[in-house]
C-alpha cells in the first residue's frame, strides 16, 4: 500500500460521518433541519463532520412484482423514502454551505454514478454489501476515499475487500461495525478495533456504533484503541415522528463531539514517538531526584570514583540547585574545594564535564531547590 500518501489518509483522521437515519423519511424539509441542526453542533465542537446521504436508484432497486408490497418493512420503506435528484441536490448544497463534507452510501451501481454528479469526496460500503462486487467494483472505478463497515463480513470477506483496493491505490478506511440497530453495551466488541489495526495496519480503522445508553464511553474507549473516524445516525425531534432509539439527537452528537475532545487530550495524540517532556514534568520529577552530601570532611583534590563516593558521600533529598544528584557518575574528577560533612556536593566543588560543559553546568544549576 505504499502508493497511498499520507495525504490521501488525511481525509479519514479524525473524521465523524453522521448519517440521516431513514433517508430523514423522504422529507426534503427534514433533511435540510436534521443538516442543518447537526452542521451547527458540529462546527460548534470543532470537529471535522461529513453528513451523509442514502442512494438508491427505486425504480431499479426494487423488483417490478414487489413494488407497492407493503408487507416487507424494508421494501416499504425504500418506497417511502424516495427522493429526486434535485432533492439531493439541494442537500448537498446545504451540507457544503454549512462547512461539512458530502458523503453517500450508494446501494447500486447507478446511485454510484450519482455521486459522482455530487462530486462526493468520500464514498462508503455498507456492511451488507461486503460482497457485493459488482457495486464494489463499480465504487472502486471512481478512485474515491472509501470507507467500508465490516458488519457481520468474514475475515476472507474483510481480506479480498483490502487487497482490492490496495491494488488500485485507492484509500480505504475500515469501520468495525456490529449491526445490531439498537446494540446494547454487551454487544459492541471493542476489542475488535485491535484486531482490525493489527491485520490492517496501513488503514485508519473507524467505529460505525449504534449502542444507545451513552454518548461518551465508546468514543473514549474507541479512540484509546486508535479508532480515528466514528459513525452514527442522525435525527431530530420533529414534527411528532418518532426518533429510532440508534439515532442521535443534535445534544447527544454535542456530548459524542466533547469527549472526543477529552480524549485526544488525555492520549496526548502522540503515538509513534517519545512524547515532550514539559518543563512541570521535569521540575516536579527534579524536586524528587536525590542530591549527593558529603559523609565527612575533605580536603581539596580528592579524587572520585564509585567505591570512595558510596564510602565518601550518602543521597537524600531534598535536591538543591547547582547540587549533583545520584544522575551523575563521578569517576575521576577530582574535588576543587574542600567540603564538610552533611555539606551538599555541587558543581562548583569539582572539575570534569558537568562543571566545564555550559550546557551541563547550566542544567544542574536551574533544576531543584
Known amino acids: 500500500m505504499s502508493g497511498i500518501s499520507n495525504k490521501d489518509r488525511e481525509i ?18 427534514r433533511g435540510l433541519k436534521i443538516i442543518m441542526d447537526h452542521g451547527t453542533v458540529a462546527r460548534y465542537n470543532n470537529v ?4 451523509k446521504l442514502q442512494f438508491r436508484d427505486v425504480d431499479e432497486f426494487i423488483h417490478p412484482e414487489f413494488k ?48 459522482i454528479d455530487f462530486d462526493m469526496p468520500i464514498i462508503k460500503i455498507a456492511s451488507s454489501d461486503m460482497n457485493d462486487w459488482m457495486l464494489i467494483e ?16 468474514s475475515e476472507k470477506d474483510l481480506d479480498d475487500l483490502v487487497k482490492f483496493f490496495e491494488r488500485r491505490n485507492i484509500p480505504l478506511a475500515i469501520n468495525h461495525c456490529v449491526s445490531l440497530y439498537p446494540s446494547e453495551d454487551d454487544e459492541l466488541c471493542l476489542d ?30 474507541s479512540y484509546g484503541k486508535g479508532a480515528r473516524t466514528w459513525e452514527r445516525h442522525i435525527d431530530i425531534e420533529y414534527e411528532g415522528v418518532p426518533v429510532s432509539s440508534y439515532c442521535s439527537l ?24 517519545r512524547r515532550i517532556i514539559t518543563r512541570k514534568e521535569t521540575e516536579y520529577l527534579d524536586a524528587l531526584v536525590r542530591g549527593a552530601y558529603a559523609r565527612k570532611d575533605l580536603e581539596p583534590g ?18 538543591h540547585k547547582g547540587q549533583l544528584s545520584c544522575r551523575e557518575v563521578m569517576n575521576g574528577e577530582k574535588l576543587l574545594q574542600p567540603i564538610k560533612a552533611n555539606e551538599r556536593l555541587t558543581i562548583d566543588h569539582i572539575d570534569g564535564p558537568y562543571s566545564e560543559t555550559s550546557t551541563l553546568k547550566n542544567l544542574i544549576q536551574n533544576r531543584g531547590l
Not at 196 to 218: A, C
Not at 251 to 273: I, L, N, P, Y
Not at 302 to 319: H, M
Open 12 to 29: 479519514f483522521e479524525n473524521l465523524f460521518v453522521l448519517e440521516l437515519a431513514n433517508n430523514h423519511w423522504g422529507k426534503l424539509d
Open 48 to 51: 471535522k463532520a461529513a453528513i
Open 68 to 115: 407497492g408490497d407493503t408487507a416487507l418493512r424494508y421494501i416499504k420503506k425504500t418506497e417511502d423514502t424516495k427522493l429526486s435528484k434535485d432533492d439531493f441536490s439541494r442537500m448537498v448544497e446545504k451540507i457544503r454551505s454549512i462547512g461539512c463534507i458530502p458523503m453517500a452510501t450508494p446501494f447500486d451501481e447507478a446511485s454510484v454514478d450519482l455521486c
Open 138 to 153: 463499480k465504487i472502486a472505478s471512481t478512485r474515491r476515499p472509501t470507507i467500508a463497515s465490516t458488519g457481520g463480513a
Open 192 to 221: 475488535q478495533i485491535d484486531y482490525l489495526r493489527q491485520r490492517y495496519p496501513n488503514h485508519v480503522v473507524g467505529l460505525s456504533t449504534h449502542e444507545y445508553h451513552d454518548w461518551s464511553s465508546s468514543m473514549l474507549i
Open 250 to 273: 443534535p445534544e447527544q452528537c454535542d456530548t459524542w463531539f466533547k469527549a472526543f475532545h477529552k480524549a485526544r487530550e488525555m492520549c496526548g495524540g502522540v503515538g509513534k514517538s
Open 302 to 319: 580528592y579524587v572520585f570514583s564509585k567505591e570512595a563516593f558510596e564510602r565518601d558521600f550518602y543521597l537524600a533529598i531534598p535536591l
